[in-house]
């Protein structure tokens, strides 16, 4: 019944490597978002997203691609990981004029080795 | 720029003590304040938010956060703590709800012992 939904929970890839991180939402929202979390840092945004086929730039986007394929998924893509893109990621939606208030995922951790 | 201070890293207290955590921001125009809790493993849980009006807010499980504006603070509040409250809560600023955007502050580790 969980209504943000992340897949995979843990990924371990290398320099180089691809990887597509992946989130679901059942809310009916409309605000998505991608999140790292990296101790001493809080929550950093990465990218976000108002609806279907639109993506705004969060506040560390460098290395990180997204897309928004549907209202309900909205997914992160590191073409070439590198270690500094070792965290852990969530993903989170809100409805538009609601945004201070924002349900997350369990979170995705990544490792690049 | 936005930015928001949480001053305590680690709050330790006992079961069914009081406790404050602290939370600065910095910003010249109307804001939305929220605080969020992460409990370990899980991800963030919205807690309660202000926008405008009494500046004392409620939440859920007891908390509450007040809001001043002289001080430019958001503390969030607990009379009686249960060691189920131990998490890490993070103080989230926005200035305009329809962008979306939130900025957290780094958070503080509440530990709660028995």
């Known amino acids: 019944e969980a209504a943000v939904t992340q897949s995979p929970r843990n990924k371990v890839t290398v320099t180089g490597g691809n990887v597509t991180l992946s989130c679901r939402q059942t809310?009916?929202?409309?605000?998505m978002y991608w999140y790292r979390q990296d101790t001493g840092h809080g929550l950093r945004l990465i990218h976000y997203s108002y609806g279907a086929g639109n993506l705004q730039i969060g506040d560390v986007p460098d290395g990180y691609k997204a897309t928004r394929t549907t209202q309900e998924d909205f997914f992160l893509l590191l073409e070439l990981a590198s270690p500094s893109q070792t965290s852990l990621y969530f993903c989170?939606?809100?409805?538009?004029?609601?945004?201070?208030?924002?349900?997350f995922g369990p979170g995705t951790r990544l490792t690049v080795l | 720029t936005q930015t928001v201070s949480q001053s305590d890293a680690h709050v330790t207290v006992f079961e069914g003590d009081s406790v404050e955590l602290r939370c600065n921001y910095s910003?010249?125009?109307?804001?939305?304040l929220s605080w969020y809790i992460q409990h370990h493993g899980h991800g963030l849980q919205f807690l309660l938010k202000y926008y405008s009006g009494n500046p004392v807010v409620q939440g859920v499980n007891g908390f509450e956060a007040e809001f001043s504006k002289s001080d430019s603070s958001f503390h969030l509040r607990k009379a009686s703590v249960h060691w189920s409250d131990s998490a890490v809560y993070f103080c989230?600023?926005?200035?305009?709800?329809?962008?979306?955007?939130?900025?957290f502050g780094d958070g503080t580790v509440l530990t709660v012992k028995p």
């Open positions: 910003y010249g125009g109307s804001i939305y």
């Open positions: 809310n009916s929202h409309n605000y």
């Open positions: 989230a600023v926005s200035h305009n709800t329809n962008t979306g955007k939130l900025t």
């Open positions: 989170a939606s809100s409805r538009q004029f609601l945004s201070y208030e924002q349900y």
